[in-house]
């Protein structure tokens, strides 16, 4: 089974993700971890470390990250997980929401396209 973990700033963002994802991809298991544990705009070290750890127990797991520190938690929480775990774990590199900030900041700074 392959488990899909999404990591975000905003618990929104993943929500929504996750919503359109399950409408794709109904048998797959999507986790989300996304702001602080207080509710506000953020990354939870903690929380990605034990979805991580409890994921990879149920078999493969795909981290997709969006921005700065949830890439940062989710590649400290890989070196701190257990050697047998880790060849079940993949920290996938790739676009999911750079490309909006990139556009809305360049708009923001009057960019036209």
């Avoid at 986790?31 to 207080?38: A, K, N, R």
């Amino acid at each position: 089974m392959v488990n899909i973990l999404l990591l975000s700033h905003s618990l929104k963002l993943v929500q929504g993700l996750k919503e359109i994802l399950g409408q794709m991809a109904c048998h797959v298991n999507i986790e989300i971890s996304g702001g602080t544990f207080d509710g506000g705009i953020g990354s939870n070290f903690e929380e990605i470390m034990q979805k991580m750890n409890d994921l990879s127990d149920k078999g493969e797991l795909v981290v997709i990250f969006d921005i700065g520190s949830s890439m940062l938690n989710a590649l400290t929480a890989y070196e701190m997980i257990d050697d047998e775990k880790k060849d079940k774990i993949v920290i996938a590199d790739v676009p999911m929401v750079e490309s909006a900030v990139q556009v809305a900041v360049m708009a923001e700074a009057g960019q036209s396209f």
